[in-house]
């Protein structure tokens, strides 16, 4: 992960393919859709993606999201919510936190009552430790219930 400050903000070296996957400024192709990169450009995060929801949400992988019936942010800039269906009790107020740093992606969960299980692309799966962190990749889902999940796009 390749960063420069500029003043108080940290800044990412990225490569841009002309689909607008961002890349590390050392990948020779886009490491999405395997086409040509552009020279590096700095830009305060990477976009690694999105987060999509088995009702149709779909949020951007930037900064923070906190997932569940009633998400709190703390009014934190770069933190914003996920709401998931009031009707499922399973899941917690606040279940669990996605987080960026740089180029990685991480989830934990929040100490919920019924916890969180993450489906790797490779079939295997975890059984999320509250507070600990988990890095996904693209095609990664975590279920919250039975009835919700959240799957990890590029």
């Known amino acids: 992960m390749k960063h420069v400050e500029t003043g108080d903000t940290p800044r990412f070296e990225v490569r841009i393919c002309e689909l607008g996957h961002h890349n590390p400024p050392d990948f020779p192709r886009c ?3 395997g086409g040509p990169l552009d020279e590096p450009v700095l830009v305060p995060n990477p976009k690694l993606g999105w987060v999509r ?8 992988l930037e900064g923070d999201i906190v997932v569940g019936r009633a ?3 703390g009014g934190v800039a770069g933190v914003t919510a996920l709401e998931t269906p009031p009707a499922i009790l399973a ?4 279940h ?3 987080h960026q740093e740089g180029w990685e992606i991480s989830v934990s969960d ?3 009552e019924n916890g969180t299980l993450l489906h790797r692309e490779n079939g295997q799966i975890i059984e999320l ?5 988990y890095n996904v990749q693209p095609g990664d889902i975590l279920e919250l219930d039975q009835d919700y ?3 990890f796009e590029a």
């Open 31 to 33: 490491r999405v859709c």
């Open 53 to 60: 929801s088995s009702d149709g949400q779909t949020r951007p």
């Open 71 to 73: 998400p709190e942010t």
């Open 91 to 94: 899941i917690s107020r606040q």
């Open 96 to 98: 669990l936190r996605i």
């Open 110 to 112: 929040l100490g919920s």
């Open 129 to 133: 430790k509250s507070g600990e962190p």
């Open 149 to 151: 999940s959240l799957r």
